[in-house]
């Protein structure tokens, strides 16, 4: 049994997409481009050191200041404690770790916790192999510049990611852009303090290689040379770019330095304490696995979201160049004409429901047209005295039939078995006709192929944003689509405010159906699949009122768009079937899939993505692909009002476009979608009329 009742819970499952999605994109944006791209050894400025203790400043580089009286500790005399920044990286620190193997040395390395989550089993090789390892915070963060909270963020975050890589946990701690205890700062010393508070030991550097500068190999080799016997912490880099001077210079440093009678170690075998690197516990480890899981899955989340719009804004910039290419090779075809005039007689067919405001100008404007015609109204059971208002008008050529309240389709089908005419025009009653619109409209029957014909409509009630904003959808929509629609052969919808068939072709396949909400989609498509061409008459123009509101206008976009996902399924055999029907399977349905379907859906990632880029990327670049993008769509307004014959007056509306129009068109495409997908049937939503429309008046020749 179909459900009627209407959807919520996929509005929560986007926004929890959404949520996650953002999420994901703050964390990478975090972890990737706010912080810690500059070298160690590129120190940022220093303030003063008054508050550093003189035990600090002359101690130790190992530091312990979890207490009230600071502790330091050094390495033991004729012993080096070589460590290593900024790793692990997946071309560096693989080849330094076999360097330290084959000259049988353990060191420390001190890793980011970003690139441990990026390669975690470089991290678990450094554990197994015996090396000691110890945190240089997530992101590489400068501590002493860093508040309070982020300090302990960073700390928290990097011992996390290391014991789900590795089992292990650590205390020991290198701060970025750190040296030697007398460049101890007032800030950086209170960072030191702090770490101290959370259980961690700082480890500083009595000897800089300086191979982050890549001054050559004798340079990294003479600087990490000690100059006497005392002991010494070492400083190095296995990742941070270019690290094939380092490698040199070990494989030179290593055994020179044991042939001395100097002693490699680790930072904590060096200074004479027990191995301060433990198991980790089972919440840690999992913890930790759930952080470096996030972070591996926001990386490949960016990546594919890379990938998709960059494939999205080539298909969006290969549809423009599509759509202004086929709208200039429409417009000359179309100077030809269509041959010989058609003269016969139209049976125009206006369904009514309730359509008292408008009714009146809409059947005016018929009988003023220049061509002969009978106009017959279907009213369907309506309660305003439609009907009684139509008949009162006494207008020749002019009939009411009344029924029962059964529906458009059946309201048109009930005016086809009254039609006289082999030409039928179905126009709604909120439409009226410019007075050669019917004659323009049928003109394209002289090609005996032709089986339907789309006119041009228009929004009568353009002022205010909203109406503006329709209206330019309409000039572009009926301008550059319907164009490529038309020379495509694969036209998807005739619509109900102006379109023309042969009354043959409807009664061959079996008149209107009632199974979609988008029941001149519907027609149009069965048309096609019976070999009829379906044709776009841009001189037909047609004047119908848009919605005022934007709920009025939610209601009846959730109507088409909704109507028009159970037209494409209705007739998806189109897809392998041969000539015309073929021809609407392949490209029309596909064409709708994509540009209709598929991207709106992607939409809100564009949009979280859009501000991602503005906070964490370039924003200049991101606004410059935005503007870009704004001139693309101002670009093809431009041409379609051109085509028109409209003033260009309204498309300053278009930057304000993007902010809440085209977000709400994308979300009643992801309504309709998750409408489709759970089965649920939406009642017919009847559009609220305002009144302004009036009868063109007569042209003068």
Not at 59 to 85: E, H, N, Y
Request: net charge neutral; with cysteine.
């Amino acid at each position: 049994m179909v459900r009627q009742v209407p959807l919520r819970t996929h509005w929560l499952l986007l926004t929890a997409l959404v949520l996650t999605l953002a999420a994901a994109l703050l964390l990478q944006g975090y972890t990737q481009h706010m912080y810690g791209h500059e070298a160690d050894g590129a120190a940022p400025a220093r303030g003063g050191a008054a508050s550093v203790p003189e035990q600090v400043r002359t101690g130790g580089p190992v530091i312990d200041a979890s207490g009230a009286q600071p502790r330091t500790a050094g390495p033991a005399a004729g012993t080096l404690a070589l460590t290593f920044d900024d790793g692990p990286d997946p071309e560096w620190t693989p080849k330094i770790l076999d360097v330290l193997r084959r000259h049988h040395v353990r060191a420390t390395f001190f890793v980011v916790g970003t690139q441990v989550a990026a390669h975690p089993e470089l991290a678990r090789r450094i554990v197994a192999e015996g090396h000691q390892i110890g945190i240089h915070t997530f992101t590489h963060a400068d501590l002493a510049a860093a508040p309070a909270w982020r300090r302990s963020l960073e700390l928290r975050e990097a011992q996390a990611v290391v014991a789900g890589a590795t089992g292990v946990t650590t205390p020991l701690l290198r701060p970025p852009y750190s040296s030697e205890n007398d460049a101890l700062t007032d800030a950086g010393w209170e960072a030191v303090r702090q770490a101290g508070r959370e259980g961690y030991l700082t480890v500083l550097t009595t000897l800089d290689s300086e191979d982050w500068r890549r001054p050559g190999t004798d340079r990294i080799v003479a600087g990490a040379t000690p100059k006497g016997r005392d002991g010494q912490v070492v400083l190095m880099h296995d990742a941070g770019g270019d690290r094939s001077q380092t490698l040199a210079a070990l494989d030179v440093l290593l055994p020179r330095l044991q042939a001395d009678g100097l002693r490699f170690a680790t930072v904590s075998d060096a200074v004479g304490m027990t191995d301060p690197v433990h198991p980790a516990t089972t919440a840690e480890h999992w913890q930790g696995l759930a952080l470096v899981g996030a972070l591996g899955a926001s990386s490949w989340i960016l990546e594919v979201l890379g990938w998709l719009l960059w494939a999205a804004g080539a298909i969006g910039v290969l549809r423009a160049v599509a759509l202004v290419a086929a709208a200039r090779r429409h417009k000359r075809i179309r100077a030809r004409g269509w041959g010989p005039p058609v003269t016969a007689p139209v049976s125009v067919i206006v369904p009514a429901y309730n359509e008292s405001a408008g009714i009146e100008a809409a059947v005016r404007s018929l009988v003023a047209s220049d061509h002969p015609l009978e106009v017959i109204v279907v009213d369907d059971g309506s309660t305003d005295g439609t009907a009684d208002l139509v008949e009162s008008l006494a207008l020749p050529w002019v009939r009411v039939i009344r029924q029962a309240n059964a529906g458009k389709p059946a309201a048109l089908n009930n005016g086809l078995r009254h039609a006289r005419g082999e030409l039928v025009v179905m126009v709604d009653g909120d439409t009226v006709f410019e007075p050669d619109a019917v004659r323009m409209l049928v003109q394209p029957f002289a090609d005996r192929r032709v089986g339907a014909v789309s006119g041009n409509a228009k929004v009568v009630n353009r002022g205010g944003l909203l109406g503006r904003w329709q209206h330019i959808e309409y000039v572009v929509g009926f301008n550059l689509d319907r164009r490529l629609f038309d020379l495509a052969e694969c036209m998807p919808t005739v619509p109900g405010a102006v379109g023309a068939f042969r009354r043959s072709a409807l009664l061959r396949i079996g008149g209107v159906a009632e199974e979609t909400l988008a029941e001149d989609t519907d027609l149009t498509m069965a048309l096609c699949r019976e070999g009829w061409r379906v044709v776009y008459e841009e001189r037909a123009k047609a004047w119908t009122e848009a919605p005022a509101s934007l709920g009025a206008l939610w209601r009846q976009r959730y109507r088409w768009c909704y109507g028009t996902l159970q037209a494409m399924w209705k007739h998806r055999a189109a897809l392998a079937q041969r000539g015309q029907a073929g021809k609407l399977g392949r490209r029309g349905l596909l064409y709708l899939l994509v540009f209709q379907v598929l991207l709106p859906l992607l939409a809100p990632v564009v949009d979280v993505f859009a501000v991602y880029g503005l906070v964490f990327l370039d924003p200049v670049r991101i606004i410059g692909l935005w503007g870009a993008f704004l001139v693309l769509q101002a670009g093809m307004g431009v041409y379609a009002f051109r085509l028109d014959g409209e003033r260009l007056g309204p498309l300053w509306t278009l930057p304000l476009q993007q902010f809440v129009y085209r977000q709400l068109m994308y979300l009643v495409v992801i309504q309709s979608v998750c409408t489709a997908l759970a089965g649920s049937r939406l009642r017919w939503q009847r559009m609220q009329r305002y009144g302004t429309l009036q009868v063109p008046p007569q042209r003068t020749t």
